[in-house]
C-alpha cells in the first residue's frame, strides 16, 4: 500500500518562503513520479507543480518563476520550494503519486494515491 505524506505547511507574510516536502513510501522498488496540487477556500483543486523519476519537472503558470519541485536524496522524497509568496498561494497543498517505475524489482502503481495534506497561509 503506497502511503504519501506532506510536511512543511505554515503561516509566513506575503513575500516570504515555505518549503513542502513528499514522502512516498509503498513498494521497495518503485520510484515514483509525483505532482503537486493545491486547493483554496471555496475553489476547486488545482495543479501546481510534477516531477517525474528522470527528473523532468512542469509548473501552473501561476507558479512558475517562484515555485521549485525537486527530488530529495532519499529515494521517494521531494520538495516544493515556495518563493514570494502571496495571499493568493494560500491552500491545503497535496501531494499525489502519477505513476511508478520499477528500480529492479517487484513495482505495481493501480491508482494514484495522495496524501492529506498540508495548510499553508500567506498574509498581506
Known amino acids: 500500500q503506497v502511503q504519501v505524506v506532506e510536511s512543511g505547511g505554515g503561516s509566513v507574510q506575503a513575500g516570504g518562503s515555505l518549503r513542502l516536502a513528499c514522502a512516498v513510501s509503498g513498494y521497495r522498488y518503485c520510484l515514483y513520479d509525483i505532482s503537486w496540487y493545491r486547493q483554496a477556500p471555496g475553489k476547486e483543486r488545482e495543479f501546481v507543480s510534477s516531477i517525474d523519476s528522470s527528473g523532468r519537472t512542469n509548473y501552473a503558470d501561476s507558479v512558475k518563476g517562484r515555485f521549485t519541485i525537486s527530488q530529495g536524496s532519499a529515494k521517494n522524497t521531494f520538495y516544493l520550494q515556495m518563493d514570494s509568496l502571496n495571499p493568493e498561494d494560500t491552500a491545503m497543498y497535496y501531494c499525489?503519486?502519477?505513476?511508478?517505475?520499477?528500480?529492479?524489482?517487484?513495482?505495481?502503481?493501480?491508482?494514484?494515491?495522495w496524501g492529506k495534506g498540508t495548510l499553508v497561509t500567506i498574509s498581506s
Open positions: 499525489k503519486t502519477d505513476d511508478a517505475r520499477s528500480a529492479g524489482g517487484v513495482c505495481y502503481h493501480p491508482r494514484d494515491a
